[in-house]
């Protein structure tokens, strides 16, 4: 059973910096891990991915250029670093992972387990 646990999440202040975590066990193959967001009243998103065998990584137009996903094949962790926050990035981060090949692989509907997520905030 596919385990995934969230940690790096807090409050920071507009420019800031924050690197999310995403611990996992259980896995035994999959096609890409991906961090995803949710604010209050809004569908959850994706924010970027990174693929198992090739390494390739997506990333969501909104946060190109400030966001960097990362992964230690040997931890089975993947990073999701943060810079330049702004106040349109507050929500809850998710990561998850999908099994299989997706065309859309920051679609959230293609990614079968997820973890419970860490709020990130973005206050002065």
């Known amino acids: 059973q596919v385990q995934l646990v969230e940690s790096g999440g807090g409050l920071v202040q507009p420019g800031g910096s924050l690197r999310l975590s995403c611990a996992a066990s259980?896995?035994?193959?999959?096609?890409?891990m991906g961090w995803f967001r949710q604010a209050p009243g809004k569908e959850r998103e994706g924010v970027s991915c990174?693929?198992?065998?090739?390494?390739?990584?997506v990333y969501a137009e909104s946060v190109k250029g400030r966001l960097t996903i990362s992964r230690d094949n040997v931890e089975n962790t993947v990073y999701l670093q943060m810079d330049g926050l702004k106040p349109a990035d507050p929500a809850i981060y998710y990561c998850?992972?999908?099994?299989?090949?997706?065309?859309?692989?920051?679609?959230?509907?293609?990614?079968?387990?997820w973890g419970q997520g860490t709020q990130v905030t973005v206050s002065s």
């Open positions: 998850a992972t999908a099994s299989r090949a997706t065309p859309r692989p920051l679609d959230p509907n293609d990614y079968d387990d």
């Open positions: 259980g896995l035994v193959d999959y096609y890409a």
């Open positions: 990174i693929t198992n065998t090739s390494g390739i990584k």
